[in-house]
């Protein structure tokens, strides 16, 4: 009697668990979910022109030793990645004079302005401040075909 309970029970676990995974990749996001908001872009325009518009130029096109933020080389360079890398990659090393310069608000804040100029829609919530949770976040150059 007590066997079977126990078997029961495990077959209930395994099965809900199964569930579970099956609905994950159904919840992956990418940049077109609208990830960030316009008032956290705005916030982000005025950290990039005092820490980073200096090198990268005003309109993110890049500047004499630095490259563009935005445009077709740069969304190459980070399409299939995700946006958890590229908070990684401005908080390690950017800016390039002193890198770790910023908070992690304003890198996110940051993010979310080359967001908007890459032309990715804004949302109703704002981006997450932690890598863990961006790295769920696709960059994808191309706009998915609409779910279902
Ligand atoms: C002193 C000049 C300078 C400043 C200021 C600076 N950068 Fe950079 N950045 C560079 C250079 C040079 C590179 C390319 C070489 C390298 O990666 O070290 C680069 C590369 C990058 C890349 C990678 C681009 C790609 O195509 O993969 C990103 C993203 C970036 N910077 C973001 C930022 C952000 C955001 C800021 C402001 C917080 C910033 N940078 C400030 C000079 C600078």
């Not at 209930?12 to 099956?22: C, E």
């Not at 022109?49 to 096109?61: F, N, R």
């Not at 946006?83 to 890198?99: E, Q």
């Not at 704002?126 to 769920?136: A, D, G, I, N, P």
């Amino acid at each position: 009697m007590r066997k079977a309970l126990f078997l029961s029970t495990l077959a209930l676990l395994v099965s809900s668990f199964s569930l579970l995974r099956a609905q994950a990749p159904g919840e992956t996001r990418s940049v077109w979910d609208g990830v960030y908001t316009e008032e956290q872009a705005k916030r982000g325009e005025t950290a990039y022109s005092k820490e980073c518009a200096s090198c990268h130029g005003d309109m993110l096109t890049g500047g004499e030793s630095a490259p563009p933020l935005t445009g077709g080389v740069f969304q190459a360079n980070w399409n299939g990645l995700t946006l958890g890398d590229l908070f990684d990659r401005i908080r390690k090393t950017m800016p390039l004079s002193k890198p770790g310069r910023l908070t992690r608000e304003q890198d996110t804040d940051v993010l979310a302005f080359l967001l908007s100029v890459n032309k990715f829609p804004a949302g109703k919530t704002e981006l997450y401040r932690q890598s863990e949770m961006l790295k769920e976040i696709r960059f994808e150059t191309k706009k998915p075909a609409a779910k279902n």
